[in-house]
């Protein structure tokens, strides 16, 4: 019998955390799901714990692979689904109770949908990412009106935030959108699931938008999300030109998101480079050098941008890297140590000045 749901879980060195997250999985309310848990070559216990749970629930498949990445393991458990309906867990993060049932009932109740989109919340004290879209559903043309003008960013808010945070596993996804449109290059590996979960809101037929926090995201220091790692830059220009070619070329209107989006992944490498570089100059040498190998700074247009993040783009085509990164450190010092009223005055003049 076909599963209403396939589970998807990638696994890889999550050994500490995978029984919290497999277990929330397996006592879910609604029931009729299998649950494809892939063990992409993991060198601690976790292929191992996969198979035992395997053993002891019917509906768990395991996939061993040699390691090939994430989206490689998400790809060897999509072409073994049988599931109407397909969502994904990571293997450190766990879900609520109700995850299914709720996400189940509401395909039911908007058939149209192809993608429901449901709110995310922290294992700590951070504040949980917006999921800003009013809850609802959104037929094509809604989406059209309502969601694609604002998705990748929401030009309506102060700072740069999607109206559709662009990860895969807050959402779930009819089987054949998600066939049809899921990532082929392994090359990416960083911004990948905003490449597929954009190109698929843009081929869904219609979205249901759920403000019910389901899923639990494990805020650990220490992973991909909060390093900077020495090819960022240079998977940040190969994925840009995945979004060109797979959904540019069919939706010109959002390229200036598209370029927004990649110009705060810009300024945020800056953040982070200058953290792990151990001085700015180093960091200055460190992103210069990425950006001079790439050519990411000039494939971005300025046109549409915020005039904040155009001052960055000029410093960083005229390769004035140290200046940027001084600017930069400049305005976060003054984010996190200034009192809030005045840096809201700062950023609405500098708003209105871009107006």
């Given at each position: 019998?076909?599963?209403?749901?396939?589970?998807i879980v990638p696994v890889c060195n999550v050994e500490p955390y995978l029984a919290q997250c497999v277990d929330s999985i397996l006592s879910q309310t609604f029931a009729d799901f299998e649950l494809l848990l892939v063990d992409d070559g993991s060198p601690d216990g976790s292929g191992a714990l996969c198979d035992a749970y395997a053993a002891r629930d019917g509906r768990v498949t395991v996939i061993h692979q040699p390691n090939q990445g994430v989206t490689a393991a998400r790809q060897a458990a999509l072409d073994r689904a049988r599931?109407?309906?397909?969502?994904?867990?990571?293997?450190?993060d766990w879900v609520m109770e109700n995850w299914l049932e709720t996400i189940h009932s509401l395909f039911l109740e908007n058939p149209g949908a192809d993608m429901v989109a449901f709110r995310m919340t922290m294992s700590d004290d951070h504040s949980d990412p917006p999921l800003?879209?009013?809850?609802?559903y959104y037929d094509k043309?809604?989406?059209?009106?309502?969601i694609y003008p604002y998705m990748i960013w929401d030009r309506r808010q102060p700072f740069l935030i999607q109206l559709i945070p662009g990860f895969l596993w807050s959402k779930a996804y009819r089987r054949e959108l998600?066939?049809?449109?899921?990532?082929?290059?392994?090359?990416?590996t960083i911004y990948e699931d905003a490449a597929m979960v954009y190109e698929c809101l843009y081929h869904a037929r219609g979205l249901y938008v759920c403000q019910q926090a389901l899923y639990v995201y494990r805020y650990r220091e220490g992973s991909a999300v909060l390093s900077y790692a020495p090819k960022d830059i240079q998977n940040m220009k190969v994925c840009r030109d995945y979004l060109m070619d797979h959904l540019i070329r069919q939706a010109p209107e959002l390229l200036p998101q598209v370029d927004a989006f990649f110009m705060d992944k810009l300024m945020r490498a800056m953040t982070l480079a200058e953290h792990h570089a151990g001085s700015l100059r180093q960091a200055a040498r460190r992103i210069g050098a990425d950006l001079d190998e790439t050519g990411l700074a000039r494939a971005i247009s300025p046109r549409e941008l915020p005039g904040r993040m155009r001052l960055f783009l000029a410093l960083l085509r005229h390769r004035a890297y140290?200046?940027?990164v001084l600017v930069h450190r400049g305005r976060v010092w003054l984010y996190y140590h200034r009192p809030a009223a005045l840096f809201r005055q700062l950023t609405s003049r500098a708003d209105a000045a871009e107006d």
């Open positions: 019998m076909t599963p209403f749901f396939s589970v599931g109407a309906y397909v969502c994904f867990v990571d293997g450190d800003t879209a009013r809850e609802g043309a809604r989406m059209e009106k309502e998600l066939q049809g449109h899921f990532i082929q290059d392994r090359s990416i140290l200046t940027a």
